[in-house]
């Protein structure tokens, strides 16, 4: 068997059987509860009567000018559905209630008993009365269970005249929440449509909306005026700079001005200029006539002189003018530049004003349109609020029932029968989860991982204790089992048997010291010298066992040295060595070197030397001593020790480099596990050396 803990086996059909078997009394209890139960209901319950209508639902639309009722739309696969909760709902029952404690017929049913309250009356028709949608139709079937036959159909039929009610209540409670809604908003966009229609009126007055349409008429036309003369300022502006130019550049020149247009169309110009021509044509005459200081000839060039300066001053004349005529085009151009920016600021300005104008007129369209709208609506809704979205016809009204439903006495029994088996089967199994002990050697072994050499059940009979079951009464079963016990440990090693071996548990009260004293005398009468060892130094029981004094013994060996008053007990081949007294330090006694000579000198006297130890869970002496020994048996205790104990018990033992020998597994009950522990165990444990007595008186027993 590998260290690691093997893995749970799956549980079979013998194991569920065996929880049964095992949890069998609670099981029983909670069966006998549950049966007794149901036959009590079956027969000593009053009778009911159960009466039945059947209601035909049908869903109509009404058009209420788009405004959709959220209780029922076009198509909503849940509507029966919905139905039947509000034919079962708090305020359908409240309203059937009411109505029945106001009706005589329904006090006169009560066989004298006084009203319940309206609440009481309510809670207990909603907790009885069953509505049930029929498959494939619009019909919905209502039943009600009482003690009286006729407060059952009075129910039913309050029920049904209730649900009709509550129906038309929510339709109205609707209606009404609309209108008055509707009738809210009405008024707020009356009040915004007013405020809107004084915001236009006032923008209108104080922009002069009408005089400024006329004139913004025009402004376009008038833009596109300006414009083309602006263009044309600006093409003289630019033919007089060049005029100008020119002119400035030839002023003093005459002959080379005349090569300019504006000069040679001047008029003034023009005659000087024919005038000067007519001079030198004269002179060119009198040239002919006289000589250059005739009178004639010099009153001759003195005219063409005074020409020629007249002509001079024709064309600064004409520069000045064109100079003229450049600042006033330069002054046009401004002019009109000026005039057209201001027309297109006020043509912005204007076409701002008529945004906002428009603005404020669609702000007054779109709020007497809306208040329009939800005044037609609310006058609408208050037209339809009448009609009703479901319709309710009753098929079939209650009757009072002529026989009683039930109780059904063997259909409750049989219900109870299944319940009570189903519920035994669930506590035998829940009480078995709550169990954590151990129950079986085979569980006990795969939980563990360590194997079970041996398996021992409770002496039989009472006042035979079970430490002396191999000395007394050799011959019972918990003295067979320790001989088998015995082969196994004899031969669970390849090596022989161990020379020193400790016997112990995790907790107290599992059978330790029980198992030591037997399994010392079973391997001493198989012939080996054995010494039994009392090493539990604080709750010693081997010398009352053998009613041997107990002065001296194992804790005065070590602590005051000296050879170990070992004692023979009658038992051939078996000694004795008692705890003595209890020493205040058990622990450090078991851990020192005098321990560690004693058992070097006990190996030399005898064949196998037993030792008995405390718990070691609850203190650390076991695991002192474990590791100065050969091997070592844990004993645990059935439906006493706890799985998680042992596994943790292995795991101390483990950390400190201990591997146990192998479990011992003391049988609690007999009744319970005994045998089938005892006869299981031997049948695959017991080595075939066992005696072939034994076998066969094992397989006889079984």
Do not use: C
């Not at 509000?86 to 109505?99: D, G, H, L, Y």
């Amino acid at each position: 068997m590998s260290d690691e803990t093997a893995p749970e086996r799956e549980p079979h059909l013998r194991d569920h059987l065996r929880v049964l078997y095992r949890r069998r009394w609670p099981a029983l209890a909670v069966l006998a509860v549950t049966a007794a139960t149901a036959i009590l209901r079956a027969y000593l319950a009053p009778p009911v009567y159960r009466a039945t209508t059947r209601i035909l639902i049908e869903k109509t639309e009404v058009q209420n000018l788009g405004v959709v009722n959220p209780l029922y739309s076009s198509w909503d696969p849940e509507f029966q559905r919905t139905q039947v909760q509000i034919i079962r709902s708090a305020a359908t029952a409240e309203r059937a209630a009411k109505a029945l404690l106001a009706d005589e017929r329904f006090r006169a049913a009560g066989a004298g008993a006084a009203p319940p309250a309206p609440a009481a009356l309510a809670q207990t028709i909603r907790s009885g009365i069953e509505a049930t949608p029929e498959k494939e139709s619009k019909i919905v079937t209502i039943h009600y269970r009482a003690a009286e036959p006729a407060q059952a159909a009075l129910i039913v039929n309050a029920v049904v005249k209730a649900y009709v009610d509550q129906l038309f209540e929510m339709k109205m409670s609707y209606s009404r929440y609309a209108i008055e809604w509707m009738t809210g908003k009405a008024r707020e966009e009356a009040a915004r449509l007013e405020q809107s229609e004084r915001d236009l009126q006032s923008f209108i007055r104080a922009n002069d909306i009408l005089a400024m349409g006329t004139r913004a008429a025009a402004v376009p036309e008038g833009l596109s005026g300006l414009q083309l003369e602006l263009t044309k300022a600006e093409t003289t502006r630019r033919e007089l700079e060049a005029v100008h130019t020119r002119l400035a550049a030839v002023a003093d020149n005459p002959e080379a001005a005349e090569t300019i247009a504006v000069v040679e169309r001047d008029p003034a110009y023009a005659a000087v200029k024919a005038q000067l021509l007519r001079a030198e044509q004269g002179q060119a005459e009198l040239a002919r006539k006289y000589g250059r200081k005739h009178p004639a000839m010099i009153a001759a060039r003195q005219e063409i002189e005074a020409l020629e300066r007249k002509r001079a001053a024709e064309v600064r004349r004409i520069v000045l003018s064109v100079k003229n005529e450049l600042e006033l085009a330069a002054a046009r151009e401004e002019d009109l530049r000026r005039r057209l920016g201001s027309g297109r600021s006020e043509a912005v300005a204007a076409n701002e004003k008529f945004v906002r104008y428009e603005e404020l007129k669609r702000a007054v369209e779109g709020n007497r349109q809306v208040y329009d709208t939800l005044m037609a609506r609310a006058k609408e809704e208050s037209l339809t609020q009448q009609l009703q979205g479901v319709q309710v016809w009753t098929l079939e009204p209650a009757a009072v029932p002529a026989a009683p439903d039930g109780p059904r006495a063997g259909r409750t029994v049989l219900l109870g029968l299944i319940l009570g088996l189903a519920g035994a089967v669930a506590m035998a199994f829940f009480v078995e989860y709550l169990d954590h002990t151990v129950r079986s050697a085979e569980d006990l072994e795969l939980r563990a991982g360590v194997p079970v050499l041996g398996v021992i059940p409770p002496a039989r009979g009472r006042g035979r204790p079970i430490e002396t079951a191999m000395l007394n009464e050799p011959r019972q079963p918990a003295a067979e089992s320790y001989r088998a016990l015995r082969t196994s440990v004899l031969l669970a090693t390849e090596a022989g048997p161990p020379k020193t071996l400790l016997v112990t548990s995790t907790a107290p009260e599992e059978g330790k010291t029980a198992t030591a004293v037997n399994l010392a005398v079973g391997i001493a009468r198989s012939g080996y010298s054995v010494l039994l060892v009392d090493a539990d130094m604080r709750k010693p029981r081997i010398a009352e066992i053998f009613e041997l004094p107990n002065e001296r013994g194992l804790s005065t060996a070590l602590a005051e040295g000296g050879a170990p008053a070992i004692a023979e007990v009658g038992v051939p081949n078996l000694a004795v060595l008692t705890s003595g007294p209890v020493p205040p330090n058990p622990s450090e006694l078991l851990g020192s070197k005098r321990m560690d000579a004693l058992l070097r000198e006990l190996r030399e006297r005898f064949d196998i030397v037993v030792l008995d130890s405390p718990p070691f869970l609850t203190v650390a002496d076991s695991l002192v001593i474990a590791r100065k020994l050969d091997a070592l048996l844990l004993v645990a205790r059935a439906e006493r020790s706890t799985y998680q104990g042992v596994r943790r018990g292995i795991k101390a033992l483990r950390d400190v480099g201990v591997r146990p020998l192998g479990l011992v597994l003391n049988a609690y009950d007999e009744s319970r596990s005994g045998a089938y522990y005892y006869y299981h165990q031997h049948y695959y444990h017991e080595p075939e050396t066992a005696p072939a007595g034994g076998r066969r008186r094992r397989r006889k027993q079984g």
